[in-house]
């Protein structure tokens, strides 16, 4: 009995040395902590009235960290200086120190968005709002509308919708140096937006999506949208914005001498006649031709033979604008010919050969060109030049599956100078027809003509258009696989083109609607689709 006794006094203090170990681990696995972080206190309370203070502390119930705070912090109305929001890394309150001024009478919102994570697994608490105001009671009012961009058919990035107070000595080009009355940002997928906290007021609506967020419309960076009216708040309605960036005005840009027969002249803007003189005195043999650059705002101006001035002197004329351009002329080397095929390769059909010059083109022999098939049979062609490009174009049949063979023997080119190219050869090649698809489309319900329906990529390229001047089907034909877009463009003033608009003159970008849904078109495969426009 002793020994039994003993026996179980020895197995009893074991497992209670056990258990107590067992208290002492970490148990492992658990669930995930999914609970976002809860607001202990704020001093000054949210919602304050009467504010006076500079110094606002937020306080919470575990530890904290603020994740992308300037892009998601919108204070509104702006604050001229950005307060100071610390501490940037893990800590269990929010302080931010004010460093404006702050105006009488106002109600303030701090929206932090999604900036607020715990600090474990990052959980948000989403849109906290801190309000105050600097008068005897909170603004109640709300705005609400929706923004779309003009050529897109979602938002790309950020938007803010914003709110100009207006008064006596209101002036359409606040927005170019003052911060808005009232800001909020814009949802990104559905374009909504809503303004809360506002006063009682006449208000200009406009939207921005900036490449600096300073809230100043700066138009040769910036998409702007604006509403043709001005807005009394309190009201019910809902209002829409449309995005789009202006074309800026003309403004020459200071001239380059780039080689030794060879001036560049860098444009802002959409000149519709400009037009270059020269001023300085040349040899009576002296001779020049200009064209445009194929991808940048540039026109080139080659000269003959050169001049000894250091500097030339050009009158820049575009309509009524007259601008005096100086070029400092450099001992440079003169540039020799050069010609290269802009899209040889794969070829649709129907595709032109395009071949770029490095020097104005001067004439073309079509008796030094041969183009063969796969065979060497020779085949037809045609060509022409497009002076204000500075592009060599041959056109020639095509069969499907086929290759071709483009040579341009010695002297087939001649430029300005009366240089002529050396032997070149490009190859191009064709697909099947069946390894294109085909898209044939119905339009209904289209009020207005003309229209130009675009087939465009999934990366918004254009790849085809037709203009329409009535109803009628529209077929895109030899289109690559790939998904596209399919948008229609209210030509309203009939120039062949998509316009955008100008906040000062107070025009709106022409309508562009896109069909509803992204379109797959596969090999050897024809879509039958409807448009039908709502209104």
């Not at 893990?90 to 701090?110: H, P, V």
Request: aromatic letters at 12%; hydrophobic letters at 35%.
């Amino acid at each position: 009995m002793k020994i039994r006794f003993l026996y179980t006094i020895i197995v009893g203090l074991l497992l209670l040395s056990f258990t107590q170990c067992a208290k002492r681990g970490r148990p492992s696995g658990g669930k995930r902590d999914t609970i976002p972080p809860t607001i202990v206190k704020s001093v000054p309370e949210n919602f304050t009235t009467a504010f006076k203070e500079n110094e606002i502390r937020i306080y919470f119930n575990e530890y904290i960290k603020l994740k992308n705070l300037s892009k998601e912090l919108i204070i509104s109305p702006p604050l001229k200086y950005t307060p100071i929001v610390t501490p940037v890394s893990t800590s269990k309150f929010i302080k931010i120190k004010i460093l404006d001024t702050l105006l009488e009478n106002t109600t303030y919102s701090f929206n932090f968005g999604k900036s607020i994570v715990d600090n474990n697994e990052e959980n948000e608490y989403p849109q906290f709002k801190y309000i105050f105001s600097t008068g005897s009671y909170i603004d109640s009012l709300t705005l609400s509308g929706t923004i779309k961009d003009a050529k897109l058919p979602t938002l790309t990035k950020d938007v803010f919708a914003m709110l100009y107070e207006v008064t006596e000595d209101f002036k359409d080009s606040v927005v170019f140096n003052q911060k808005p009355t009232y800001v909020t940002i814009a949802n990104d997928s559905t374009g909504g937006f809503t303004f809360e906290n506002l006063k009682e007021g006449t208000y200009l609506l406009t939207a921005l999506q900036e490449t600096v967020n300073d809230y100043i419309f700066q138009p040769r960076k910036d998409k702007i949208g604006f509403l043709n009216q001005v807005i009394t708040v309190p009201t019910d309605s809902s209002y829409a914005l449309t995005l789009f960036k202006e074309i800026p005005p003309y403004e020459p840009a200071t001239p380059k001498h780039v080689s030794k027969n060879h001036i560049i002249f860098g444009y802002e803007g959409e000149p519709k006649e400009l037009a270059f003189t020269l001023l300085t005195s040349v040899p009576d043999s002296f001779a020049a031709k200009t064209y445009h650059d194929i991808k940048k705002d540039t026109i080139h101006y080659w000269f003959k033979p050169p001049v000894a001035a250091d500097t030339l002197l050009f009158l820049a004329k575009e309509k009524n604008r007259i601008d005096s351009l100086f070029v400092r002329m450099k001992d440079l080397y003169r540039d020799s010919l050069q010609i290269k095929a802009l899209n040889a390769g794969t070829m649709r059909f129907d595709d032109t050969l395009k071949l770029l010059s490095n020097t104005p083109i001067e004439a073309v022999l079509e008796e030094k060109i041969l183009i063969t098939d796969r065979d060497t049979l020779a085949v037809a062609f045609t060509k022409t030049v497009n002076k204000k490009y500075n592009t060599a174009q041959l056109f020639f049949p095509k069969e499907e599956d086929q290759r071709y063979q483009i040579k341009l023997f010695p002297g087939a080119i001649t430029d300005f100078f009366g240089n002529t190219n050396d032997t070149l050869q490009y190859r191009v090649t064709t697909k099947s027809v069946s390894d294109y698809g085909s898209i044939s489309l119905t339009l209904e319900n289209v009020k207005k003509f003309p229209i130009i329906v675009q087939l465009v990529s999934d990366k918004f390229k254009l790849i085809s258009e037709t203009y329409l001047t009535e109803k009628q089907p529209v077929n895109f034909d030899l289109v690559n696989p790939g998904k596209y877009y399919i948008r229609l463009v209210f030509d309203t003033n009939k120039n062949g083109k998509w316009d955008t608009g100008d906040f000062l003159l107070k025009k709106q970008p022409e309508r562009i609607v896109y069909y509803p849904s992204v379109l797959e078109v596969r090999p050897n495969w024809s879509l039958q689709e409807t448009f039908t426009l709502d209104n």
